[in-house]
Structure formats: C-alpha cells, structure tokens
C-alpha cells in the first residue's frame, strides 16, 4: 500500500537546534543580554519562532511588550544563517530515496516559517523529495491546529498513510487531525515514548521504510 507520508521538518528530519539557538543568542546579544544553553533554547522549539521568543521572554522575565520586535530580530538572525550548523539526522536522504522508490509521495507541515523552511531544505539538497512544504504562516493556524497537516496532505494528493514527526505538539496535530502518527524518538521531546500516541516508532532512519511498509501491511489486513 502506498500513499502520502507527511513530515515534521526541526527535530524529525534536521537538527536545527544548533542555528536556531545561535540566532536566539545573536538576537539577545543585539539588546546585550547573556547568552541561553542551548538545551534550554532546543525545548523551545516545535511553535514556531514567535513563540519561541515568547519562551524566551517569560524565561528572563522581559517585558512582554517587546516580543514583536525581538521577533523581528531573531527572524532576521536566523533568515541570514539558516542552515550554518543544521543537518538532516543520519540516514535521512537514503530513507526518502527509499519511500519514493516505493511510490510514496511525501510532504513536509511545519511550524517554521514557509520560507525558512524551504531555505533549509534547499541547502541540505532535501527539497527535491517532497510535493509540498506547509509552513508555520500558510494558513492562520498552527499545529497542533489540525489544519496545516490536513493542508499538507490534500496538496500532496494522495491517499494519507502517516504522519511522521518528533514532538508532543506533533503527537497532539496527528490526534487532532484524526492521522497515524510516525515517532521519531531521536528528536525534541522531553515525553517518554510510551507517553505519546503513536502507531510506530524508530530511532534509525534505516528502518523508516520498513516500518512503513509493516503499518502499511497492518492497515490493508
């Protein structure tokens, strides 16, 4: 059975913590504040950066009032460096080759912005494997909403066969939008595994293929 398989893009398929934490710190080093960890700035992500500079303005206790401009500055700061440090998790692009060899069509549904995320995938030469990228600013709603990733897949244009993402907000879009949902375990997270709904998980992107066909064998049985 084949059909469309959409992705999460920061923390399922790329690690982009690393660009997107140098961003936050540029941006806080432009209103010369200390930097933050990079494990705190990595559990900020999966919102989109909107509210990942509201995270980071509740953590230090700034004023609320300035999240549009330092929205601004660190959309800036990570548009001119978006791909420095980022690169797909091991195994990434054979795994895709994999699933369009097999006749799947794949997507991406993100809460990164359209443009940031379509920067990034063309610098790690990913954009070739997928139909359709949905952003965190496509439609007026964000994941968990279930909207985008129902955006994705009727752009995709295929029968849905999973939903593959990293996080809880992944987890809670699949849930929302009535979807399989695929667990990348080596992600963002901070849930246990057995904490999140989920049809499947795999920590390799070696056995993803695999894994697709064996649910895709237990939905048709």
Request: aromatic share 6%; net charge negative; proline share 8%.
């Amino acid at each position: 059975m084949t059909g469309a398989i959409v992705f999460d893009l920061d923390g399922t398929l790329v690690d982009s913590a690393p660009d997107i934490a140098a961003a936050a710190n540029r941006m806080l080093d432009e209103i010369d504040h200390a930097p933050l960890p990079v494990p705190l700035l990595r559990s900020f992500i999966g919102h989109g950066i909107p509210r990942l500079v509201g995270q980071v303005i509740a953590h230090l206790e700034l004023d609320p009032a300035s999240q549009g401009g330092l929205t601004q500055r660190m959309l800036a700061q990570y548009s001119r460096h978006p791909a420095d440090l980022t690169r797909p998790y091991p195994g990434v692009p054979a795994a895709l080759d994999r699933l369009r060899d097999a006749g799947h069509r794949l997507g991406i549904c993100t809460n990164k912005h359209h443009g940031l995320s379509v920067q990034v995938l063309d610098a790690l030469d990913l954009s070739r494997f997928f139909d359709v990228v949905i952003g965190g600013d496509s439609l007026p709603q964000k994941k968990p909403d279930p909207a985008p990733l129902r955006t994705a897949f009727a752009a995709v244009d295929a029968a849905p066969l999973v939903y593959v993402g990293d996080s809880e907000v992944d987890a809670q879009t699949a849930q929302a939008a009535v979807l399989p949902f695929g667990l990348y375990s080596g992600g963002y997270r901070t849930t246990p595994i057995e904490a999140l709904p989920h049809s499947f998980s795999f920590d390799d992107y070696r056995m993803l293929a695999a894994k697709v066909a064996e649910f895709a064998c237990r939905r048709e049985g």
